[in-house]
């Protein structure tokens, strides 16, 4: 109620201020100024102890773009002459920042999508693994693929492949400002770099490129990034981690995913698929169903695909059946020797082409400078776990020597081994004893010789004078193994010692002794 009103209905002072909730002083004071025919007097407002630095904030508020925060002011204001506390200070930028809000920010409407008409692309990266995400604005049809990096080749590669998956291009391909597909800016205009332009000559779209700083025009596509890297990305990551070891570094677990991206792709092309057959929250349609009608609108895809990326280079295969690249070796089925052929480098694969017929004669992984990447089944088999080193006779005396046989071999590698340096003059002897003793008795002298590590010619001579009637140490064979016949059990009553006819008998008159009376009894 009016304190007017209620000093009328009442006429105290005091019914009044309790009325109102005041004192009886301030009734006083009003109902003396309302008969005198005074108005109320307006309180003058008191000035904040920031007005003097807010010229000061509003200029950093101004240069940084709204984006400068209050802790980074506050010293510049101290220094000004500020006396005030933090939080007076707060509300200061705070005001500002919506100030220039509200002068430089612009409306934004929703988008209106036409069929057939945008595609829009951007990356997302976790750990070193990248994520090309592109959605088909329309129908929402959602394309997710991994890379080891954000290069131009890999991204006109990611786009090519996403218009096969869609059956088609779009009118518009829409990108943030990425450094791999912008050439220069001029006047806030993007120039895309001449190798985009060709790309999109050849698939008959039109590249367009967001405002800077400006993640909100291309949201569509913002979510996508972040429910790959949620859904896809990271429990991929964790699977590896958990295969591999559960304290095992990060960049072990991203080289295991990067150096096996098909198959992380494989995954990420389920992954598509299953999410592109659900009803969409935005469209409430299935992405799928969506696709075949605006596929109709897309344009078609060239008979000629084009060649992204540096060309193959050419390589001759050495007598070693490899070839080098990047001061590595690669090697390649040994009846490419002499050959010429391409060599690709496709993230971290390297691929040994055909030149005419781009046929893959081989696959390697990406090695280090100085490294070699050896495939066994280009050489016929595994490597021999030491090097062979053949018995190849030169002279006279040592091809009589190796007629004998794999005998003759095996003394001379054991001889080697033990360094009896006069086994080459002494091989005449040891042929004059073969002519002189005979071929089959040599071998035999020869074997016995390398079973006891004897090998000097002098050695084989008194084998072979001991004769045939020296005995043949060999080796122990298997254990014996004899299952005993099984016992019946007898108690231990059936070993009581078994008395003899003697103790018998002298037992046997004791008791008829004394079951007769005595004759001194009888008598009386």
Known sequence: ???????????TYRGAAEICGTTHKTVKRVIERTEAGQERPVREPRPSNYESVRTLVADAVRAGRGRVSAKRLLPKARLEGYAGSDRNFRRLVAQEKRRFRREQGHGRRPAVWSPGEHLVIDWGVIAGVHVFCAV??????????FAADEKQATTLAMLAECFEVIGGAPKVVLADRMNCLKGG????????????????????????????????????????????KDDLLRPLLLEHALQVSAAVDESV?????????????????????????????????????????????????????????PPPVTRKVDKL??????????????????????????????????????????????????????????????????PVRAIRPRTRAEKDFCDLGPAAEAFIVGAAAAGHTRLGPELAELNTLTAAHGQVAMVAALERAAAFGRWKAADVRSILAAGAGTPHPRDAGDALVIDLPSAAGRSLAEYAPVPSHTEARRESTGSRSDSQPSGEAVSS
């Open 1 to 11: 109620m009016d304190i007017s009103a209620a000093y009328q209905l009442v006429g």
């Open 136 to 145: 088909l604005a329309w129908s929402r049809v959602r394309f997710v693929r």
């Open 185 to 228: 800016v001029v006047a806030n205009r993007v120039v895309p770099t001449p190798e985009y332009v060709r790309f999109a000559t050849h698939y008959r779209f039109r590249p367009d490129f967001c405002e800077a700083i400006d993640p909100q025009s291309k949201g569509l596509v913002e979510n996508l990034v972040g429910y790959g």
């Open 253 to 309: 677990v991203v080289a295991e995913v990067l150096g096996d991206l098909p198959a992380a792709n494989q995954r990420a092309a389920a992954w598509c698929a299953q999410v592109n057959a659900n009803v969409h929250s935005e469209t409430c349609a299935v992405p799928d169903a969506r696709l075949e009608a605006e596929r109709e609108l897309l344009s078609a895809l060239p008979s000629l695909r084009p060649s992204i990326g």
């Open 321 to 386: 059946s490899t070839i080098r690249l990047g001061s590595a070796r690669y090697s390649v089925p040994t009846v490419l020797r002499g050959t010429r052929v391409a060599v690709l480098v496709d993230g971290p694969r390297v691929l040994i082409l055909d030149p005419g017929t781009g046929q893959v004669h081989a696959e390697h992984p990406l090695v280090a400078p100085g490294e070699a990447s050896i495939l066994d089944e280009h050489y016929g088999g595994p490597r021999p776990t030491a």
